[in-house]
């Protein structure tokens, strides 16, 4: 016959609590990965915002050139 250890009370809770800390400490993780993410996804936007934002402000700029030298050319002679 097996015989069967008895478990106490104070064994559980003993357990019970250094299950709740680990649990709390993957909370804390968790919460940081979170924030890593959300702080990313936001990079993210400002940069796909800036990248619409380029191929306007790139052909104004090639506007601007291009008037730029004609007057230029044109003062010059």
């Known amino acids: 016959m097996m015989e069967t250890s008895q478990v106490t009370h104070e064994q559980i809770y ?3 609590c250094e299950v ?3 649990v709390i400490e993957i909370d804390d993780n968790t919460k940081v990965l979170v924030e890593i993410a959300k702080n990313l996804e936001g990079f993210i936007n400002v940069c796909r ?3 619409k934002l380029s191929t306007p402000i790139l052909w104004l700029a090639a506007v601007v050139s291009a008037i730029a030298m004609m007057w230029q050319t ?4």
């Not at 044109?74 to 002679?77: A, N, R, S």
């Open 49 to 51: 915002f800036i990248g």
């Open 14 to 16: 003993e357990r019970l």
């Open 20 to 22: 709740e800390k680990k």
């Open 74 to 77: 044109f003062k010059g002679k």
